[in-house]
């Protein structure tokens, strides 16, 4: 057996003082560059994929995925012969299963070859597939809050910068962008973001190291549900401060649990957060640019910032 790890966000699945928070319809109206987020209860990014031609399906675009993943019903609906076995690790725990070779996929303007999807539940993906950063790479994913709309387009691409959006430089591991200048209630931590899953995940380096210097929220226990089927049990508490470069996240709700994928990172051992919508959806817009390695925030505007968890200090950046 092939050992491949891929890291798969889990579905946003939580028993916990949580809710998923309401989103626009998906419009099939709109051409696969442009589409509208959250078609689903959990509030997850879609886009319209087309396979060898066929299609399109909605696949969710999940930045903590480091693989494309195809449903076992599309695969077959396809006549897709599986190849390799792959070991697929994702929030929960570690599952064996085949991948599929898929032939070009589309979206937006893009095209992309050579992908080898391992092939999971359609039930447990909640969509008939998963948009991986195998397919994101030297790409930038915009996602408008404001309108409802997302676009994937080249990182090399020239586009308009909003004067007020503030950038935060990020590093590189294993496909992922780890933002700088990044901290906890003032401990510093590793933040990834992670558009596959609805709700912020930390660590329990992050979870302890808070309960030792005395600044971890009130915590209740909390179940998650992975793409696999899987479950976790956890801790759920809101994070009163989340510094991301000079924008702060106030009141973040977060699940604490012992995740795979902060193993798999190198940062099992060391705080880190995967930042899920349910924050990144206050912003008006968020561009994770792979290709250049940094990510773009811009805040809503001055007279909603009450009604938000957001503040900034200083100037914006340019």
Not at 36 to 42: F, L
Not at 154 to 161: D, H
Not at 284 to 310: N, S, W, Y
Request: with cysteine; proline share 6%.
């Amino acid at each position: 057996m092939r050992r491949l790890l891929s890291l798969v966000a889990m579905t946003g699945a939580l028993c916990a003082p949580l809710a998923a928070q309401e989103a626009p319809p998906l419009d099939p109206a709109i051409p696969p560059a442009v589409v509208r987020t959250g078609p689903s209860a959990e509030g997850r990014v879609t886009i319209p994929i087309h396979i060898g031609g066929k299609g399109p399906w909605n696949f969710i675009v999940d930045t903590g995925s480091q693989r494309t993943v195809i449903s076992r019903d599309l695969a077959n609906r396809l006549a897709l012969p599986v190849h390799n076995s792959v070991i697929v690790l994702s929030m929960t725990d570690r599952l064996k299963t085949g991948t599929v070779a898929l032939p070009e996929l589309g979206f937006g303007n893009s095209q992309v070859r050579n992908i080898e999807a391992p092939v999971l539940d359609g039930g447990h993906l909640g969509a008939p597939g998963l948009l991986g950063l195998d397919s994101l790479q030297a790409k930038r994913l915009l996602l408008d809050f404001r309108t409802g709309r997302m676009e994937i387009s080249e990182s090399k691409s020239r586009y308009f910068r909003d004067p007020d959006t503030i950038i935060v430089q990020a590093r590189r591991k294993n496909g992922q962008l780890i933002l700088l200048d990044s901290d906890v209630n003032g401990m510093k931590v590793n933040i990834v973001l992670d558009t596959g899953t609805n709700f912020s995940v930390g660590n329990l380096a992050l979870m302890n190291k808070l309960i030792r210097k005395k600044r971890a929220p009130e915590l209740e226990e909390a179940t998650l549900t992975s793409v696999t089927g899987g479950t976790l049990v956890g801790r759920v508490g809101k994070i009163r401060e989340v510094h991301l470069g000079r924008v702060t996240l106030r009141d973040l709700p977060v699940l604490f649990a012992d995740a795979d994928p902060f193993e798999e990172l190198g940062l099992a051992d060391k705080p880190a957060l995967l930042l899920g919508i349910n924050a990144l959806k206050g912003f008006d817009r968020v561009a994770i640019d792979f290709g250049r390695g940094k990510v773009d925030f811009l805040l809503p505007d001055m007279g909603f910032l009450e009604r938000t968890r957001f503040a900034t200090a200083g100037a914006p950046a340019g």
